[in-house]
């Protein structure tokens, strides 16, 4: 009768048996049909399902985790893209706001010039009238008379005349300097205001410009993971 031996196993043999006659475990034993056996699988079967139960769970786990990384980048995106376009919102407004306030002071300055040309006008029409009426009311006093005191008076009528007219012009020359100022006032907040919004608009492009070689090298980064 063939028999089990640990010395000189049958090469047939591929998994583990328990010999019912001797209830002995072998490393090996004899698959002869004149000996009763009960096959089992042996640890090697166990451990590769083991390891491919294994494979599998690192795989599952690696989609997910790509999985989460990519949903991770396209909310990072398209947190970036609506913050983009909020600042593009913001600098529109800005830019609208500023050209409706330059209209509008360009207007105020346009209307007050305006005014004050006018009242030059009207002030150098006046004072054009006056000198002439005075001119004929002398020239009436010395075809009337021409006693001393006609003369006198004449005379210090003259004086009132020009004295009003030194008057009346330095009255226009201190106001035509008040305008000056004022335009040049003017003219000096514009360009401020202008400076500022040149100043902002500088300060968003620098930021946005540092803000995306770091949204360049994270994509990169992922990139790099995600093609090997």
């Not at 100043?199 to 093609?227: A, E, K, W």
């Amino acid at each position: 009768m063939h028999t089990c031996s640990r010395i000189s196993p049958c090469p047939v043999c591929i998994f583990k048996q328990i010999c019912r006659r001797k209830t002995v475990i072998y490393g090996n034993a004899c698959a002869s049909s004149n000996h009763e056996t009960e096959v089992y699988p042996t640890l090697r079967v166990v451990v590769v399902i083991i390891i491919i139960i294994i494979i599998i769970i690192i795989i599952i786990i690696i989609i997910i985790i790509i999985t989460i990384i990519i949903i991770i980048i396209i909310i990072i995106i398209i947190i970036i893209i609506i913050i983009i376009i909020i600042i593009i919102i913001i600098i529109i407004i800005i830019i609208i706001i500023i050209i409706i306030i330059f209209i509008f002071i360009s207007i105020i300055i346009i209307i007050f010039i305006i005014i004050i040309i006018i009242i030059i006008i009207i002030i150098i029409i006046i004072i054009t009238i006056i000198i002439i009426i005075i001119i004929i009311i002398i020239i009436i006093f010395i075809f009337i008379s021409i006693t001393v005191i006609t003369v006198i008076i004449i005379m210090i009528f003259i004086f009132i005349v020009i004295v009003i007219v030194i008057v009346i012009v330095i009255v226009i020359i201190i106001i035509i300097i008040i305008i000056i100022i004022i335009i040049i006032i003017i003219i000096i907040i514009i360009n401020l205001l202008i400076n500022i919004f040149i100043i902002i608009n500088d300060v968003l492009h620098i930021s946005f410009l540092q803000r995306v070689p770091d949204l360049v090298d994270v994509s990169r980064l992922y990139g790099n993971t995600l093609n090997p």
